[in-house]
């Protein structure tokens, strides 16, 4: 099980999936303007995150497109300063999205 760690240091928003820097996959898709992270808000660099994250759990881009914006909206929308979910936690985030839809 992969764990997610999310916290907002000196040098800016830092993620991290199993103690390892998170890519911020800007190869499958370029949301925010420098690539960076951000969460707490709905906009670009919590897309990027989601998509990142998305991608980092899934490892299938077209499953990590189709999910993201509503994962950002969902669940990076509402991440508090600092934050840790886990592949578990993830998959009842999207299973609590699509139940909704």
């Not at 660099?45 to 999910?67: G, M, R, S, V, Y």
């Not at 300063?81 to 009842?92: A, K, L, V, Y």
Request: glycine share 4%.
């Amino acid at each position: 099980m992969k764990r997610y760690h999310g916290d907002r240091t000196q040098a800016g928003a830092e993620v991290w999936v199993d103690l390892k820097p998170l890519p911020n996959r800007t190869d499958l898709k370029k949301l925010s303007r420098d690539g960076l992270f951000e969460w707490s808000y709905v906009g670009s660099e919590p897309a990027q995150l989601a998509l990142a994250i998305l991608a980092e759990h899934f490892q299938d881009d077209n499953k990590t497109l189709n999910h993201y914006q509503k994962f950002m909206e969902n669940v990076v929308a509402n991440f508090d300063n600092e934050w840790e979910m886990t592949s578990n936690d993830i998959e009842t985030a999207l299973t609590n999205i699509s139940s909704r839809s």
